[in-house]
């Protein structure tokens, strides 16, 4: 029965504390104060009267010490990195490094209460980059930091800024939101990581995620290409080769009009045309000439004819009137 009211004082008595501590006569808990690495940072205090003395700790080592009789001095690592102004009692550190991080307090008869800070000190956030994979119809969006970061990760936030046509729903990682193929493809999604003192941003646009018709057409041509430029090298080895195994002698052609006959590759023609131009030209269609399937249509040759001293156009299938 004792130690149930032993227990129940203590409670109570913890209570009182508490209260005090709300009524500002004694600091409750210690406030947090964020330092980026290679910056300042000011702890600040407030006095009910001038000061008259000033120490400042670092967990139970001393910062910097003054009193109205000597002047200020800086120990340890803080000296010449720290700054006390003697007349609100804030104490300023240069040049922060990680090794700052602790737990600072100011005492003096100034205070009417030992002010307590805990101080984090925070690297800059590196660059962040946005991934998107397209599974199911659906677009999963991630947010990642591109460099190594171990400062204080619990502290880093993710949030997601989705136009309003646009309903993200919440990935399982808070670095990770999803959106329906079907939304607004051209709209723009927005990531920010931010901790306590830096914030990036990155974006980026739907439409970078789903492949384009124009890339399909791409990939199609891509895959026609290299057998059109295959048919083209064919047709040039042919073309060389028919010409170069079959010359044709002036006996084996007739005039216009008149159907005519390569006695050589028993192929029929009829002469459509004449031109009085004296430059020798062969179309490539004479491919159709060889004897691959059927007979030969549509196949024209241009060829000069020694005799007569000008041009003949032919084709072989169907006579065609000469204009």
Not at 236 to 259: A, D, E, I, L, R
């Amino acid at each position: 029965m004792a130690a149930g009211s032993a227990a129940g004082w203590a409670v109570g008595a913890l209570g009182v504390v508490c209260l005090l501590l709300r009524l500002d006569f004694i600091s409750c808990d210690s406030q947090v104060i964020y330092g980026a690495v290679n910056k300042n940072v000011t702890l600040y205090t407030s006095s009910f009267k001038p000061f008259k003395e000033i120490v400042w700790k670092r967990g139970k080592d001393k910062v910097v010490e003054w009193d109205d009789q000597s002047e200020v001095r800086a120990f340890l690592s803080f000296k010449d990195r720290v700054y006390l102004d003697t007349v609100s009692g804030n104490l300023t550190i240069c040049k922060l490094t990680p090794s700052d991080e602790d737990e600072y307090g100011i005492e003096s008869p100034s205070v009417r209460n030992n002010s307590k800070f805990t101080l984090r000190v925070i690297e800059s956030l590196p660059s962040s980059a946005l991934s998107c994979t397209l599974i199911d119809g659906n677009i999963t969006l991630q947010c990642v930091i591109l460099e190594d970061y171990n400062t204080h990760l619990e502290l880093i936030q993710y949030s997601w800024d989705c136009p309003s046509t646009i309903q993200c729903q919440s990935g399982s990682k808070p670095s990770e939101v999803y959106v329906t193929k079907e939304g607004d493809l051209s709209q723009e999604i927005q990531c920010i990581i931010s901790n306590p003192l830096f914030r990036r941003t990155t974006s980026i646009i739907l439409s970078t995620c789903v492949p384009s018709d124009n890339t399909r057409h791409r990939t199609v041509l891509f895959a026609i290409l290299p057998a059109l430029i295959c048919g083209l090298l064919f047709l040039k080895c042919t073309y060389t080769s028919f010409f170069k195994n079959n010359k044709f002698s002036n006996w084996n052609w007739f005039f216009k009009g008149q159907k005519m006959i390569n006695l050589k590759m028993k192929t029929k023609f009829d002469i459509l045309g004449v031109s009085k131009e004296t430059e020798l030209f062969c179309c490539t269609c004479c491919l159709r000439l060889l004897s691959v399937s059927g007979s030969p249509r549509f196949c024209v040759i241009l060829r000069w004819h020694e005799s007569l001293g000008h041009r003949e156009l032919y084709r072989s299938g169907n006579t065609a009137e000469y204009t």
